[in-house]
């Protein structure tokens, strides 16, 4: 559909999109058939914008320092050991019903997060998006991560400069509360 004259994105100077669902769930992954039927990237923000004629795009990808899943479907390394990866994880808003199940937990894979943002990236014109990583407040002093196949060990620190070093990111917004107001943003590069 186009842009209609009178839309409501014309009154603003700034205006936000939110993705939907996470990369990892776009229609087009190839995790499918266990995929959101819509693409959940920049496409269709990057085409509306396009229609309005706007041309400067920031692009900000947020991930939690741990996979999450809620469903079917794949979820490499998945801890099944019936423990939470890290204790303090409290999620509220996925709660255990008989059509999802409960709520999966994996360490974050580097690769598959790099490979995630780079391929959205094809979609717009960002050459450095930023990154946002939540639940930051969740992890122990141990964490882990994937890389090249390899779960890797390593402290909280090390983990966020991995996270950050995955792409260009131009900034670096790190959530360390429950409450988004107590959050800390770092430029990185």
């Not at 999450?68 to 999620?91: C, F, K, M, Q």
């Amino acid at each position: 559909t186009k842009v209609r004259p009178h839309s409501v994105l014309l009154d603003y100077e700034t205006v936000i999109f939110e993705g939907n669902q996470g990369l990892l769930l776009d229609e087009n992954h190839y995790f499918f058939p266990h995929v959101t039927r819509a693409c959940t990237g920049t496409k269709n923000a990057v085409e509306i914008l396009k229609e309005l004629g706007v041309q400067d795009l920031e692009t900000f990808y947020c991930t939690r320092p741990y996979l999450t899943r809620h469903g079917a479907g794949p979820l490499p390394h998945e801890n099944t050991s019936g423990n939470l990866l890290y204790p303090r994880i409290v999620d509220k808003t996925n709660i255990p019903n008989d059509f999802q199940g409960s709520i999966r937990f994996a360490p974050i894979n580097l690769d598959l997060l790099q490979e995630s943002i780079l391929t959205d990236l094809t979609h717009s014109k960002t050459n450095t998006p930023s990154i946002s990583i939540s639940c930051v407040d969740q992890l122990d002093d141990v964490c882990w991560y994937i890389r090249r196949g390899e779960t890797i060990t390593c402290s909280k620190s090390e983990l966020i400069g991995k996270i950050k070093d995955v792409c260009s990111f131009k900034n670096t917004m790190i959530h360390t509360s429950p409450d988004v107001t107590y959050s800390r943003i770092l430029e990185t590069r």
